[in-house]
């Protein structure tokens, strides 16, 4: 397994609250992404990073910004929390460039936002 | 609009016998095609990918074909055992080279049954 640790595991926040989700990989992956799960949609990209101080948006990127200051750490932030941002957010890490390279994913963040 | 689709939400086999999982994509530049399995309470694990110059890809008791003219790919298990019950997701990467900005469907839960 790839050493990924997402805290907190689970958080129930209030509307309208920021709130930080952190993904910590031991494995210096290059790659670094954040995903959402929710019924019906599979996972949705929200994010990614491809380096240190490199971002840029996925498809569900409205309401987050992240943040990845050294090679281990990936922030992802709710700057101001909604209930449609109630998921199970999920990070991810890869190696290698080539397209069908498997990522590795962390247990996920249950976040509840009420 | 949903670029990847997983039309069956579960799938009831019984031990040793084969598992399909289908999965129906609409984007013609998908370059990679990739399988993850998730268990409650845990990210998604890597399968196998197929890229989309090859027909047909096998590792162990899984094996993935892709029909381009159908676009159109499926995942054959066999023989079914009863660790593969889980929430199976197909999943499509635009880039053959750089970040994997995956593309996921959304699941289909095997069962497999004793």
């Known amino acids: 397994d790839a050493g990924i640790t997402q805290s907190p595991r689970h958080k129930v926040t209030e509307t309208g609250t920021p709130v930080t989700l952190r993904c910590h990989q031991t494995e210096n992956h290059r790659y670094m992404y954040w995903y959402r799960q929710d019924p019906g949609h599979g996972l949705r990209l929200i994010h990614y990073s491809y380096g240190v101080k490199d971002t840029d948006k996925g498809e569900v990127s409205d309401g987050y910004s992240v943040s990845r200051s050294k090679t281990e750490d990936f922030l992802l932030t709710l700057e101001s929390a909604t209930s449609s941002q109630t998921s199970v957010y999920f990070c991810a890490t890869q190696d290698r460039a080539r397209g069908g390279t498997e990522a590795f994913f962390g247990q996920g963040t249950r976040l509840t936002v009420v | 609009d949903q670029q990847v689709k997983q039309n069956s939400p579960s799938l009831s086999v019984q031990e040793g016998r084969i598992s399909i999982l289908n999965c129906d994509y609409t984007?013609?530049?998908?370059?990679?095609f990739l399988w993850y399995k998730k268990y409650p309470a845990e990210g998604p694990t890597f399968l196998i990918s197929?890229?989309?110059?090859?027909d047909k890809n096998e590792d162990g008791r899984f094996t993935v074909f892709l029909n381009k003219s159908a676009k159109h790919l499926s995942l054959h298990i066999v023989p079914s055992q009863p660790g593969d019950s889980a929430v199976y997701f197909c999943?499509?990467?635009?880039?053959?080279?750089?970040?994997?900005?995956?593309?996921f469907g959304q699941g289909t839960r095997l069962t497999i049954n004793p």
């Open positions: 999943a499509a990467n635009p880039q053959r080279k750089g970040a994997q900005k995956l593309v």
């Open positions: 197929i890229s989309s110059i090859k």
């Open positions: 984007n013609s530049m998908f370059d990679y």
